[in-house]
């Protein structure tokens, strides 16, 4: 399977932007899609998951009720609806997909990530 992500670009504080993921290849086993983000000098943190199957979502508190994960199974593509956007969500986002079943938001659990694209939250 691989992962292409998209829809990261230039925001200014309290906007908007919605990031795609879109998986190809025998994503069968692959039972749940993430969204981590990464800023030089700092650890990978996960943002939001969401399974495939059951409906399951996490988010990390730095973003409850500003970011909005879902899913499309039909286009195998997991979106990341980011509101109220912050000065300190620029990062670069890259999802990540599993056919494991570690902790959701643990970069370690992820077995394929897609390239990332570029968030810049600035006036």
């Known amino acids: 399977v691989q992962l292409q992500a998209s829809g990261g670009g230039l925001v200014q504080p309290g906007g908007s932007l919605r990031l795609s993921c879109v998986a190809t290849?025998?994503?069968?086993?692959?039972?749940?899609t993430a969204w981590f983000r990464q800023v030089p000098g700092k650890e990978r943190q996960g943002v939001s998951y969401i399974s495939t199957y059951d409906g399951r979502i996490f988010y990390a508190d730095s973003v409850k009720g500003r970011f909005s994960i879902s899913r499309d199974n039909s286009k195998n593509t997991v979106y990341l609806q980011m509101n109220s956007l912050k000065p300190e969500d620029t990062a670069v986002y890259y999802c990540?997909?599993?056919?494991?079943?570690?902790?959701?938001?643990?970069?370690?659990?992820?077995?394929?990530w897609g390239q990332g694209t570029l968030v810049t939250v600035s006036s």
């Open positions: 990540a997909t599993t056919r494991g079943w570690g902790p959701p938001l643990m970069a370690g659990a992820f077995d394929v």
């Open positions: 290849g025998d994503t069968l086993d692959y039972h749940a």
